[in-house]
């Protein structure tokens, strides 16, 4: 099964941190994403540049809105992600928790949808 591992962070918090610490968290993302790609988890993964650079769009009344930004202000914004192939959720949460950002925020896991399988139904 499928799993997509959505790495949050602080990017006020995660900036101060990656001054010091940088070089050693990307070693060790470089790292984890070696491994995993060795394993064979590995489907897909990238850092995202930070939410200042997002647009958020949405179609009200037939027309098209845009906002510069993030769709909400949060403490946490979305830095990131994995897409594994993990055999149930206890493996995808042995993966997940290797991955550097759990440790400077949060890494959320959620399975993904096989729309193949549901065509069958």
Known sequence: MRYVCLIYENHAETAKIMETEGDKIMAEYFTFTSDIKNSGHY????????????????????????????????????????????????????????IPGCRLGSVEIRPVVDFSQQAHK
């Not at 845009?66 to 493996?91: M, R, S, V, W």
Request: proline share 4%; glycine share 10%; no cysteine.
């Open 43 to 98: 489907k897909a993964g990238e850092a995202l540049h930070p939410t200042a650079t997002a647009t958020t769009l949405r179609i009200r009344g037939g027309k098209l809105q845009t906002t510069d930004g993030p769709f909400a202000e949060t403490k946490e914004q979305l830095g990131g992600f994995y897409l594994i192939d993990a055999k149930d959720l206890n493996e995808a949460i042995q993966i997940a928790s290797r």
